[in-house]
């Protein structure tokens, strides 16, 4: 029996920048995981990735991660995704440090 297909999200990196980047339905890409497509369907998923690694010449290293409809849009379910999502956790700096004076 196969197992139930998982939501994603298509997540990157923003090639100038290096931040982790989200897919939009409206083919574009986001900083904000809420703001992020959540894809239901295995095939829709894999046709979406392909859309999203046309954009090669604004981001890097585009893949499926597992996410979970939350309140405000989609959330992660793995530990990997919401650390890269916060950054690095030695110190406070960058996004890190934006939401610290929030």
Do not use: C
């Not at 920048?17 to 939009?24: A, L, M, N």
């Not at 530990?79 to 440090?97: A, D, L, V």
């Amino acid at each position: 029996m196969a197992r139930a297909f998982t939501p994603k999200v298509i997540t990157a990196n923003d090639l100038l920048e290096g931040d982790v980047i989200y897919f939009t339905a409206q083919d574009t890409w986001t900083r904000e995981l809420s703001e992020a497509e959540l894809i239901t369907d295995e095939a829709e998923a894999q046709l979406r990735l392909l859309e999203a690694e046309k954009q090669n010449i604004k981001i890097v290293g585009a893949y499926l991660a597992d996410a979970k409809a939350g309140p405000n849009g989609p959330e992660p379910t793995h530990f990997r995704e919401e650390f890269r999502r916060t950054g690095p956790s030695n110190y406070f700096h960058g996004k890190q440090e934006a939401e610290a004076n929030v």
